[in-house]
């Protein structure tokens, strides 16, 4: 297996323990650039992210985090964005990730103004920018996201919570369901033995 020394939290701890535990040959990818690559993904690869009625095309194993919600942020300095509905929000410039869970969300619920990048390190740029007058992204991301473009605290707040959504691992859908089976039985006996929380 192939393992990425720059990708660090839960989710990918859990990916080293399903290779070694369930003795899987796989290359785990990180999230990044995901849903590009997934069209190329080898009959091993495995990943983490998150579950949507799009991505059914995945061999899904099991939940590897809590859920999380998805919201819609703007500059604080904005007074005149208000958003109490998904209504409301159509109206502005909606900047997301690229074929990410967040872009389908705005796809499928009618959002037309959209601005899409492939490295969310730009959005939060591109709302100081005024290039953009909102920006979706996962709650549990932004203080990391915040800390390492260096805004202080408070410039970009909270306006509408979209949706939420599930963290789980996923297998490319040409893995052979042998591959599969193992994997989630590695899953069950981690969860079992208390070395990873039921969700």
Do not use: C
């Amino acid at each position: 297996a192939k393992f990425l020394p720059s990708v660090v939290g839960f989710a990918y701890d859990l990916l080293r323990y399903e290779y070694y535990l369930g003795n899987i040959g796989s290359l785990v990818q990180p999230l990044v650039k995901l849903a590009r690559l997934r069209d190329g993904l080898a009959p091993s690869d495995i990943v983490a992210i998150s579950r949507s009625m799009m991505r059914m095309r995945f061999k899904w194993v099991g939940q590897v985090a809590a859920a999380d919600k998805s919201s819609f942020y703007k500059l604080s300095s904005r007074a005149d964005i208000s958003v109490k509905s998904l209504d409301d929000a159509r109206k502005y410039v909606i900047g997301a990730n690229i074929d990410s869970d967040k872009h389908q969300f705005l796809v499928k619920n009618g959002f037309e103004s959209l601005s899409l990048v492939s490295d969310q390190s730009l959005s939060p740029k591109q709302l100081r920018a005024g290039h953009i007058d909102l920006w979706i992204m996962h709650d549990v991301n932004m203080e990391a996201i915040m800390r390492d473009a260096k805004f202080p605290a408070g410039e970009i707040v909270k306006v509408f919570t979209a949706y939420e959504s599930r963290p789980f691992m996923a297998f490319s859908n040409s893995t052979s369901d042998e591959i599969v089976a193992r994997a989630v039985a590695a899953y069950n006996e981690l969860k079992a033995e208390g070395g990873i929380a039921a969700f």
